[in-house]
């Protein structure tokens, strides 16, 4: 029998649990995860899956919208509305975006029912990965605690401000790290009675994400943990390009960033006083990869957050994750030896790196026409859903079944098979 091919995996957000579900499947590798943080733990907002992400991650993990509805409190979701929040048309219907659909849930239960898919033996907690060593047979992980591991690949999970990815982009490593987009957000979790009585009925006679477009600004609501919670997010231009990554938010500060044209409109005054019905209201920056030169160095390569860092204007980050570890996993479920294992990382680079990009850079797109900044459309309902229109189509354009055989194919061309 030949030996089994040891893979590592840094990051145990989202990205990282996902792949080591699709790698651990495959008798023939051996997946170890290593997260810094104490627990394997994910904190913060809501998330949506879209229709495209879910057939992924039933892929993985078959029967999973079963799995997420019992154990993840997921609730399931009518396309998004995104409708006009300031100005003269506030209130009008732009449209409703089929790609954001799917499922939404609160991030905690998503990470702890994925995790649940694994064994504990696997999971190492505590563990900071200082620094990365590779020769043509292995890689060696060194962590802050002065440990360290050997493996015949690793894998970067290890999100926005990754250090795998410092050695994956080689020389320069700054002139790929993450940049602010341009956007600072707040978010707030509230009871569903709260939130209905604050934006009116209209919003939740039926469950979906509702988006608000406007000058300036954009906000967001949507149910999540069975409908008994709604998560809410104002999101602001930030014309600094600020590198703060947290920002202490105040009425004075929502104020401020947004142009009184909301004020007037149906839905600001609600989303402020939720907002800022919290202890100490957090802005956070929103960050992004402008460019990235490759997705992987021979044994070591990146996926999720670590990769491609978007905007959350499409939701479409971890859905990208989920596109990374399906792709992965059918690749290296493919391989036979470690010595192949490059192979692997060069097709998931050729491949990924193109798709994510261009959802990196149509997100963008998409938060300039959420908050009226592409002057040719400003906050005009039905230029709106026209440009809307395209950079959406773009996200949920994706074949799987393709994106899989054009992996397997170049792959095994690659390898001279
Ligand atoms: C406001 C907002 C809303 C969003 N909404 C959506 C949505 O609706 N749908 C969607 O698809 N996406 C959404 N996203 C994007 C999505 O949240 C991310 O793309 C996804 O969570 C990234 O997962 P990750 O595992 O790559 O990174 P992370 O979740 O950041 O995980 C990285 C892990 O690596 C660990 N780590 C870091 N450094 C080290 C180290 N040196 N050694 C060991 N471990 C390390 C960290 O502790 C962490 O656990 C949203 C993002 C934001 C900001």
């Given at each position: 029998?030949?030996?089994?091919?040891?893979?590592?995996?840094?990051?145990?957000?989202?990205?990282?649990?996902?792949l080591a579900i699709a790698l651990v499947k495959h008798p023939h590798v051996d997946v170890q995860v290593y997260e810094a943080a104490p627990q394997f733990l994910e904190r913060g907002a809501g998330i949506g899956l879209s229709p495209l992400t879910l057939e992924a991650l039933d892929d993985i993990i078959p029967s999973v919208i079963d799995l997420l509805k019992t154990?993840?409190?997921?609730?399931?979701?009518?396309?998004?509305?995104?409708?006009?929040?300031?100005?003269?048309?506030?209130?009008?219907?732009?449209?409703?975006?089929?790609?954001?659909?799917?499922?939404?849930?609160?991030?905690?239960?998503?990470?702890?029912?994925?995790?649940?898919?694994?064994?504990?033996?696997?999971?190492?907690?505590?563990?900071?990965?200082?620094?990365?060593?590779?020769?043509?047979?292995?890689?060696?992980?060194?962590?802050?605690?002065?440990?360290?591991?050997?493996?015949?690949?690793?894998?970067?999970?290890?999100?926005?401000?990754?250090?795998?990815?410092?050695?994956?982009?080689?020389?320069?490593?700054?002139?790929?790290a993450a940049s602010p987009a341009g956007w600072w957000d707040c978010r707030h979790l509230v009871p569903f009675e709260k939130a209905r009585l604050a934006l009116g009925d209209e919003s939740f006679k039926v469950d979906r994400q509702y988006a608000w477009l406007?000058?300036?600004?954009?906000?967001?609501?949507?149910?999540?943990?069975?409908?008994?919670?709604?998560?809410?997010i104002i999101a602001v231009i930030d014309k600094t390009f600020s590198t703060d990554?947290?920002?202490?938010?105040?009425?004075?500060?929502?104020?401020?960033?947004?142009?009184?044209?909301?004020?007037?409109?149906?839905?600001?005054?609600?989303?402020v006083d939720l907002i800022l019905d919290q202890e100490e209201p957090k802005g956070y920056a929103i960050w992004e990869h402008k460019y990235t030169p490759t997705y992987a160095n021979n044994r070591v390569c990146i996926v999720g957050d670590a990769a491609h860092t978007t905007s959350p204007w499409q939701s479409a980050g971890a859905?990208?994750?989920?596109?990374?570890?399906?792709?992965?996993?059918?690749?290296?479920?493919?391989?036979?030896?470690?010595?192949?294992?490059?192979?692997?990382?060069?097709?998931?680079?050729?491949?990924?790196?193109?798709?994510?990009q261009r959802v990196i850079d149509t997100g963008r797109e998409t938060g300039r026409l959420?908050?009226?900044?592409?002057?040719?459309?400003?906050?005009?309902?039905?230029?709106?859903?026209?440009?809307?229109?395209?950079?959406?189509?773009?996200?949920g354009a994706l074949n799987l079944e393709s994106h899989k055989e054009e992996a397997l194919q170049t792959m095994r061309a690659f390898l001279g098979s």
């Amino acid at each position: 029998m030949t030996a089994r091919i040891r893979i590592g995996i840094i990051g145990g957000g989202l990205a990282g649990i996902t792949l080591a579900i699709a790698l651990v499947k495959h008798p023939h590798v051996d997946v170890q995860v290593y997260e810094a943080a104490p627990q394997f733990l994910e904190r913060g907002a809501g998330i949506g899956l879209s229709p495209l992400t879910l057939e992924a991650l039933d892929d993985i993990i078959p029967s999973v919208i079963d799995l997420l509805k019992t154990q993840a409190g997921a609730v399931e979701l009518d396309p998004a509305r995104l409708v006009v929040g300031s100005g003269p048309e506030a209130g009008a219907l732009v449209s409703d975006v089929e790609v954001a659909a799917g499922l939404t849930m609160n991030r905690a239960p998503l990470l702890q029912a994925l995790i649940s898919r694994l064994s504990g033996d696997m999971l190492h907690a505590g563990k900071r990965v200082k620094s990365l060593e590779q020769t043509d047979s292995c890689v060696t992980v060194v962590f802050e605690d002065g440990t360290d591991v050997h493996f015949d690949a690793v894998i970067g999970a290890d999100g926005i401000f990754s250090s795998v990815r410092n050695h994956v982009v080689g020389e320069e490593p700054e002139k790929y790290a993450a940049s602010p987009a341009g956007w600072w957000d707040c978010r707030h979790l509230v009871p569903f009675e709260k939130a209905r009585l604050a934006l009116g009925d209209e919003s939740f006679k039926v469950d979906r994400q509702y988006a608000w477009l406007g000058e300036g600004a954009s906000m967001l609501h949507g149910v999540v943990e069975n409908r008994t919670m709604v998560q809410c997010i104002i999101a602001v231009i930030d014309k600094t390009f600020s590198t703060d990554r947290k920002r202490i938010v105040t009425r004075q500060v929502l104020e401020d960033a947004l142009p009184a044209s909301w004020y007037e409109g149906p839905v600001a005054k609600g989303m402020v006083d939720l907002i800022l019905d919290q202890e100490e209201p957090k802005g956070y920056a929103i960050w992004e990869h402008k460019y990235t030169p490759t997705y992987a160095n021979n044994r070591v390569c990146i996926v999720g957050d670590a990769a491609h860092t978007t905007s959350p204007w499409q939701s479409a980050g971890a859905g990208m994750a989920v596109e990374d570890a399906f792709i992965l996993g059918h690749l290296i479920g493919n391989i036979s030896s470690a010595g192949e294992i490059t192979a692997a990382f060069r097709v998931f680079d050729a491949l990924r790196r193109p798709r994510c990009q261009r959802v990196i850079d149509t997100g963008r797109e998409t938060g300039r026409l959420f908050c009226g900044q592409n002057e040719a459309v400003g906050v005009d309902a039905k230029k709106l859903n026209e440009a809307i229109g395209q950079t959406f189509a773009n996200v949920g354009a994706l074949n799987l079944e393709s994106h899989k055989e054009e992996a397997l194919q170049t792959m095994r061309a690659f390898l001279g098979s």
